[in-house]
């Protein structure tokens, strides 16, 4: 009797198997180097400026939102949703900017009392969206769709405060 025939997968011989291997090795190597950064992400001085301007306006503008509550107790309940969302919006500049430093305190005129504190905030909420929109123009990448997202969200609110 005749040994049985040694049974081998069909069309991969050993040889086959390891030169797949190492080509997929070689393309797993390729595919995961990284390229050098991109130039346009790189900061420059003026955008480094700008953003630490826009860290400043934000501030501004959580400052603005709390005078507004002190100045009209009443609003403070119907824009403690908007207030966090300044904030959030803060942490994300500050994020964005770590070794940035802003400004000492930040310079908010005091609202009116009463109703008219509504208006007021209304109009600070507004310029800050302005401020960021124009700014976002002279950044590139991350930052310019960070401060644009900003913007977009200011000018909501700017329309839940109407």
Do not use: Y
């Amino acid at each position: 009797m005749s040994p049985p025939p040694t049974l081998r997968p069909p069309g991969f011989s050993r040889r086959t198997l390891l030169t797949a291997s190492a080509a997929g090795a070689a393309l797993l190597v390729v595919g995961c180097t990284s390229e050098p950064p991109d130039p346009r992400e790189a900061v420059t001085s003026e955008q480094a400026d700008e953003l630490a301007a826009q860290l400043t306006v934000q501030e501004s503008l959580v400052a603005a939102f709390e005078a507004a509550t002190t100045a009209d107790p009443a609003l403070g309940a119907a824009v403690a949703q908007l207030a966090d969302q300044a904030n959030a919006q803060l942490q994300s500049l500050r994020d964005a900017a770590p070794n940035t430093t802003s400004s000492a305190a930040p310079s908010t005129p005091a609202p009116p009392s009463g109703p008219e504190a509504k208006s007021w905030l209304r109009s600070q909420v507004a310029a800050a969206a302005t401020s960021h929109a124009t700014a976002c123009l002279d950044q590139s990448g991350a930052r310019a769709a960070l401060l644009g997202s900003i913007a977009a969200g200011l000018r909501g609110q700017d329309g839940r405060l109407a």
